[in-house]
């Protein structure tokens, strides 16, 4: 199986998926005329899958008008707001901030740990 017959296997497996589904939404909005549709259809598995099909094009397609409509209303935040702001760069430095006492104890243990290591030395050099 090619890489293209699987994708339009699968794109075609999707809609009829959704076709199916939308069909069975309208059979519970409207029983009587989705069981006279289905019964004219019969046996046919072949032609159920075209019109289950077709149908999933169609909900995919008004699904993606919906979509789009939906997303041109909404204001896009990564469009580039430089025009709005004049084109003015503002350059900042970050500067660490250090608490005093929290400075002061780790120099204390830094300090600690330096004479431990001194008499680790010396341990092992006798």
Do not use: C
Request: proline share 4%; net charge negative.
């Amino acid at each position: 199986m090619y890489p293209d017959d699987l994708s339009q296997t699968l794109q075609k497996g999707f809609r009829v998926t959704l076709g199916a589904t939308a069909s069975l939404i309208e059979a519970l909005q409207d029983p009587e005329r989705s069981s006279q549709k289905f019964s004219e259809l019969g046996g046919d598995v072949n032609r159920l899958t075209e019109e289950l099909e077709v149908k999933g094009e169609t909900t995919e397609r008004e699904a993606r008008q919906f979509v789009d409509a939906l997303l041109s209303q909404v204001p896009n935040p990564f469009t580039s707001s430089s025009s709005e702001a004049g084109g003015t760069t503002i350059t900042t430095v970050a500067s660490p901030v250090v608490n005093t006492t929290v400075q002061s104890d780790l120099d204390a243990l830094t300090q600690e740990l330096t004479e431990i290591r001194k008499e680790i030395e010396a341990l092992k050099g006798q």
